[in-house]
């Protein structure tokens, strides 16, 4: 699922505008977890960086630090990034 590799197009295709922050966060996939960095995030999604995203699935459990866990979806992904969209 290669996606959109330049954020400028991505950014035009928004509904919603997302907020550049540099936080960090988990990929909650079962008993395993998957650290990344949140890069940018709006009420509906977020950019996530991570190692790789190989062995990521399409849906998962995100969360961040004091807040609940939330149900997304992958909207598109590269090596290491990838945009999720808050179910």
């Given at each position: 699922m290669k996606g959109i590799g330049a954020n400028t197009a991505m950014d035009d295709r928004r509904k919603i505008p997302r907020r550049r922050i540099l936080k960090?966060?988990?990929?909650?996939?079962?008993?395993?977890?998957?650290?990344?960095?949140?890069?940018?995030?709006?009420?509906?999604?977020a950019c996530l960086v991570v190692q790789t995203t190989i062995g990521i699935p399409a849906v998962f459990e995100f969360v961040m630090p004091g807040q609940q866990p939330k149900s997304c979806k992958v909207m598109w992904l590269d090596d290491t990034r990838l945009g999720i969209h808050f179910r």
């Amino acid at each position: 699922m290669k996606g959109i590799g330049a954020n400028t197009a991505m950014d035009d295709r928004r509904k919603i505008p997302r907020r550049r922050i540099l936080k960090s966060g988990k990929i909650l996939l079962g008993r395993r977890e998957v650290q990344c960095t949140v890069r940018n995030l709006s009420a509906i999604g977020a950019c996530l960086v991570v190692q790789t995203t190989i062995g990521i699935p399409a849906v998962f459990e995100f969360v961040m630090p004091g807040q609940q866990p939330k149900s997304c979806k992958v909207m598109w992904l590269d090596d290491t990034r990838l945009g999720i969209h808050f179910r």
